[in-house]
Nanobody
Framework: QVQLVESGGGLVQAGGSLRLSCAASGRISSLKDMGWYRQAPGKQRELVAAITSGGSANYADSVKGRFTISRDNAKNTVYLQMNSLKPEDTAVYYC???????????????WGKGALVTVSS
């Protein structure tokens, strides 16, 4: 029905960069807020960055100035550019989107399956 598929994870050295992408597909009539969360081993899932349909963004304090979230509404895709990566950024990164499925009127949250980002020291 609806799928969120992340791509772009991998292994990078500290100080390096990665770019994550998340494409939403399926019977979507409206795509609202989108965001990236991450979960490190033994820790709770936390918000990394979020962006509204109008392009307003907010970030976790730990990534401000290093990560940039953006979206392409024509492609139903959200991106996360990650620069100056640190070992503590190592986690599974999940995409979340609030969207309205075609034929319905209420928005719901959908999650991707996650992309592993590993930063070596």
């Amino acid at each position: 029905q609806v799928q969120l598929v992340e791509s772009g994870g991998g292994l990078v050295q500290a100080g390096g960069s990665l770019r994550l992408s998340c494409a939403a597909s399926g019977r979507i009539s409206s795509l609202k807020d989108m965001g990236w969360y991450r979960q490190a081993p033994g820790k709770q899932r936390e918000l990394v960055a979020a962006i509204t349909s109008g392009g307003s963004a907010n970030y976790a304090d730990s990534v401000k100035g290093r990560f940039t979230i953006s979206r392409d509404n024509a492609k139903n895709t959200v991106y996360l550019q990650m620069n100056s990566l640190k070992p503590e950024d190592t986690a599974v990164y999940y995409c979340k989107a609030e969207l309205v499925v075609a034929g319905l009127t209420v928005g719901m949250d959908w999650w991707g399956k996650g992309a592993l980002v590993t930063v070596s020291s």
